[in-house]
């Protein structure tokens, strides 16, 4: 018993170690929670001598975490939201009201549906109502009025300066490594449906007035397979049916990123968008709870 009270498991230590996962390693972990590399070590190196194991493998080639670090992540997810969930409990004021919320389905099992569920126990008279469609659809929604807030994704030049910036990521032009990219005529494109941005922007950069494709340095684009989900484009490219555009967390080992003969895709982001209408003080608490989620884990993760 002596031995496991001078055993201390301290919070901003476990938040460097979710942040380190996160971010996929030390370096990142330190941008995005503005520390310096050193001082995140530190803390893990602290962490680590307190519990007599190590955390992290400092093996080239070996996994991120050991089987211990693996062990205390799972704890280290519920302690940190318990231990935000206490102090947002007793700072709370009571709200009421509804709130009429978009999200796009890869926002759906993130870090938002966690920020939504304790929302949702601090402030039960708060009628909380989601919609999930793809971000064009969402945009459109919140011109309309239909929204009072949307989680969209979007290109990082359409950030608007009230946006609240959730993640942002790269954009990839892809295929199966070994389908060739023809020199002239038509090249297989893979595509979401008509309501996806991505498509937009593929099939109009450089469009010569037709609808059915793009051109690019006298390529054209023409698409030989729409479907809604990221799932479907990832097997559609790893059959080799195509190229396609996908942001990074859907990249996989058998995906060959094209860096030649198509133009540079812009970056992405994701926000949290509000309607330009009055103030609703529901909206304003929840958008000032993932404002301070995004500072204490130095951005959100999305679905992969």
Same mark, same amino acid.
């Given at each position: 018993?002596?031995?496991?009270?001078?055993?201390?498991?301290?919070?901003?230590?476990?938040? #460097?170690?979710?942040? %380190? =996962?996160?971010? &996929?390693?030390?370096?990142?972990?330190?941008?995005?929670?503005?520390?310096?590399?050193?001082?995140?070590?530190?803390?893990?190196?602290?962490? *680590?001598? !307190?519990?007599?194991?190590?955390?992290?493998?400092?093996?080239?080639?070996?996994?991120?975490?050991?089987?211990?670090?693996?062990?205390?992540? &799972?704890? @280290?997810?519920?302690?940190?939201?318990?231990?935000? *969930?206490?102090?947002?409990?007793?700072?709370? +004021?009571?709200? $009421?009201?509804?709130?009429?919320?978009?999200?796009?389905?890869? +926002?759906?099992?993130?870090?938002?549906?966690? %920020?939504?569920?304790?929302?949702?126990?601090?402030?039960?008279?708060?009628?909380?109502?989601? =919609? #999930?469609?793809?971000? $064009?659809?969402?945009? @459109?929604?919140?011109?309309?009025?239909?929204?009072?807030? /949307?989680?969209?994704?979007?290109?990082?030049?359409? #950030?608007?300066? /009230?946006?609240?910036?959730?993640?942002?990521?790269?954009?990839?032009? #892809?295929?199966?490594?070994?389908?060739?990219?023809?020199?002239?005529? @038509?090249?297989?494109?893979?595509?979401?449906?008509?309501?996806?941005?991505?498509?937009?922007?593929?099939? $109009?950069?450089?469009?010569?007035?037709?609808? *059915?494709?793009?051109?690019?340095?006298?390529?054209?684009?023409?698409?030989?397979?729409?479907?809604? !989900?990221?799932? &479907? %484009?990832?097997?559609?490219? +790893?059959? &080799?049916?195509?190229?396609?555009?996908?942001?990074?967390?859907?990249?996989?080992?058998?995906?060959?990123?094209?860096?030649?003969?198509?133009?540079?895709?812009?970056?992405?982001?994701?926000?949290?968008?509000?309607?330009?209408?009055?103030?609703?003080?529901?909206?304003?608490?929840?958008?000032?709870?993932? =404002?301070?989620? %995004?500072?204490?884990?130095?951005?959100?993760?999305?679905?992969?």
């Amino acid at each position: 018993m002596r031995e496991l009270n001078n055993r201390r498991l301290e919070i901003d230590a476990l938040r #460097v170690l979710s942040a %380190i =996962r996160n971010h &996929g390693g030390v370096t990142r972990a330190a941008e995005a929670l503005g520390l310096s590399q050193s001082a995140v070590s530190h803390k893990i190196r602290r962490l *680590e001598t !307190s519990l007599g194991c190590d955390l992290l493998s400092r093996r080239p080639g070996a996994p991120l975490f050991t089987a211990e670090g693996e062990d205390l992540l &799972g704890y @280290a997810s519920r302690i940190l939201g318990l231990h935000d *969930e206490a102090l947002l409990s007793l700072s709370k +004021t009571a709200l $009421t009201g509804r709130l009429m919320l978009g999200l796009t389905e890869d +926002t759906t099992c993130s870090d938002l549906a966690r %920020i939504l569920g304790r929302f949702r126990r601090l402030h039960p008279a708060v009628s909380v109502r989601t =919609r #999930v469609r793809m971000s $064009t659809v969402l945009r @459109a929604m919140l011109e309309q009025g239909e929204l009072d807030a /949307a989680i969209v994704q979007l290109f990082i030049h359409e #950030v608007r300066p /009230a946006d609240v910036v959730l993640f942002r990521e790269s954009l990839f032009w #892809v295929k199966h490594p070994d389908l060739p990219l023809p020199q002239e005529g @038509a090249v297989p494109f893979l595509s979401f449906d008509e309501s996806c941005f991505y498509r937009q922007w593929a099939l $109009t950069f450089g469009q010569n007035g037709s609808g *059915e494709g793009g051109r690019h340095g006298g390529m054209v684009l023409e698409t030989v397979f729409e479907c809604s !989900s990221a799932a &479907g %484009i990832v097997s559609a490219v +790893t059959a &080799g049916l195509g190229v396609a555009l996908l942001n990074e967390r859907h990249l996989r080992p058998d995906m060959q990123v094209i860096a030649e003969g198509l133009p540079q895709p812009p970056g992405l982001a994701y926000v949290v968008r509000r309607a330009r209408k009055a103030r609703n003080p529901a909206l304003d608490t929840l958008v000032a709870e993932i =404002r301070s989620e %995004i500072s204490r884990h130095g951005g959100l993760v999305l679905a992969s």
